[in-house]
């Protein structure tokens, strides 16, 4: 990483922290995973990726798990509905369905090992309790129950085209790319496509049609990429969870977040309430207690020692003093006045000017974010700010504020000497506790050596 903290280490902290913005949003929508189909396409790119081997070998092999379950399925139902007529067709209908059920999961987890892609569980919560017949009706009533089984149904003719497709394009390509192999061992071999013929007496002559055996490759496994890719999007369609399951999965994550959040919101608060307590009390209420005893001094020597009570009185106002100016700066810790007045380009830029390194502040915002936006984004450059005058022994250091998206970026980078974490109770925990109470998200990238880069993404609309 750039040790300039306005150069590289910026862009790859931004680039890292988006594709982790990114995940965390997947993530609440429930069972989204990396997709085959978002893997690269070029043909270097698909023969280095495991992705590309594990599905050719998912599709070659998967023709026997569908025509198993096609043979499982027609067998089991027909002699499960031919034997209703007496009670036997009932154990052997719910066996059936807990059958069918058993092997949708285990295609679900073939379809992760093979393409990547995961596709959670869409089955509705059983009865609690041990009666099987609340259970078996709970499963005969969920629609996913016999999603699966449709799929299954379906299976056998889809896996059948995959592996005559597989099989028939691989054979050709790994014919072709040991040619010269085959005519070692044989003493010679014909290759015939159409009316053209070629006779290859030797290694050598076989050489060039290894070359057109490389093209097939790339053909080949483009082939096997839109198979993996459809075959994977119809199971996700039929084995995954339906968009309202996906909706309600989302909405309680999203609850569950936001409730955690705001209990550490509610924790920082009382902190702060406890911190500024705590100043008063050794601070600004000692300070003017102290002005009260030296007035109450100085009067009563006001007639017998007049000096000693100017004395006195010059104290107290000296003491007044400090405490104003105690006052002024736990208000400002608590919510800046030139934060309301001025906005938030000016409150940094007072920021930068009482830090004792050079600090380069650039604000690009088009309109005032929320107050709550401004009041967090101040107090994450003030924490990051006060860290760098304690720890980093750092010579210079950035401050950059802007509207990416949705999002209000707060970014404030340093060439100190780097490793800072975020400790549970420590400052910039805090600044991630604030960030979480409007459902914002902060990063601590401080390797060893520096530099550090703390970078805030606050969700924000006009």
């Known amino acids: 990483m750039s040790r300039d903290p306005g150069g590289a280490a910026s862009g790859g902290v931004a680039a890292r922290w988006a594709a982790a913005r990114w995940a965390t949003v997947m993530q609440a929508g429930g069972d989204v995973a990396a997709n085959v189909a978002d893997l690269p396409w070029t043909p270097l790119a698909m023969a280095r990726s495991s992705v590309t081997w594990r599905s050719a070998i998912y599709l070659a092999v998967s023709l026997a798990f569908g025509l198993g379950w096609f043979i499982a399925l027609v067998v089991g139902l027909a002699l499960s509905t031919i034997l209703l007529i007496i009670w036997v067709g009932l154990p052997m209908l719910a066996l059936m369905m807990i059958a069918w059920r058993f092997g949708a999961m285990l295609e679900r987890r073939l379809v992760r090992l093979a393409f990547g892609v995961r596709i959670a569980d869409p089955y509705r919560p059983l009865p609690p309790g041990r009666n099987p017949l609340a259970k078996l009706k709970s499963m005969a009533s969920d629609p996913a129950t016999w999603k699966d089984l449709a799929y299954l149904a379906v299976l056998f003719p889809i896996t059948l085209v995959e592996f005559v ?68 999007a119809f199971a996700r369609l039929m084995l995954g969870q339906s968009p309202s399951q996906q909706e309600n999965l989302e909405l309680r994550k999203r609850t569950e977040h936001l409730r955690a959040s705001r209990a550490r919101g509610v924790d920082a608060a009382e902190f702060e309430r406890r911190r500024i307590e705590r100043d008063l009390h050794d601070g600004a209420q000692q300070r003017l207690l102290a002005v009260a005893m030296d007035i109450g001094r100085a009067r009563a020597k006001l007639e017998d020692d007049p000096e000693g009570a100017r004395a006195l009185i010059e104290q107290a106002h000296l003491g007044t003093k400090e405490a104003i100016t105690e006052l002024r700066d736990l208000a400002r810790g608590i919510y800046p006045a030139i934060l309301t007045d001025r906005g938030l380009d000016p409150a940094l830029s007072g920021l930068a000017g009482r830090a004792p390194v050079p600090v380069e502040v650039d604000v690009d915002l088009p309109e005032r974010p929320p107050a709550a936006v401004e009041s967090i984004a101040y107090f994450i450059v003030a924490e990051s700010l006060a860290n760098i005058a304690k720890y980093a022994r750092a010579t210079r250091a950035t401050v950059r504020v802007a509207r990416e998206d949705r999002w209000v970026v707060v970014e404030v980078i340093d060439n100190g000497v780097g490793g800072a974490t975020a400790r549970a109770g420590g400052g910039l925990a805090g600044l991630a506790d604030r960030a979480a109470t409007i459902d914002g998200m902060l990063i601590v990238d401080s390797p060893p050596g520096g530099p550090t880069i703390i970078r805030a993404d606050l969700p924000c609309t006009w």
């Open 165 to 232: 497709t597989s099989v028939v394009v691989w054979a050709a390509t790994f014919a072709l790319l040991f040619l010269p192999v085959i005519v070692a061992a044989d003493g010679g071999a014909e290759v015939s496509v159409g009316p053209v013929s070629y006779w290859a007496g030797n290694p050598l002559e076989a050489l060039p049609i290894s070359l057109i055996g490389l093209v097939l490759l790339v053909f080949a496994m483009y082939t096997t990429r839109v198979m993996a890719v459809t075959h994977s």
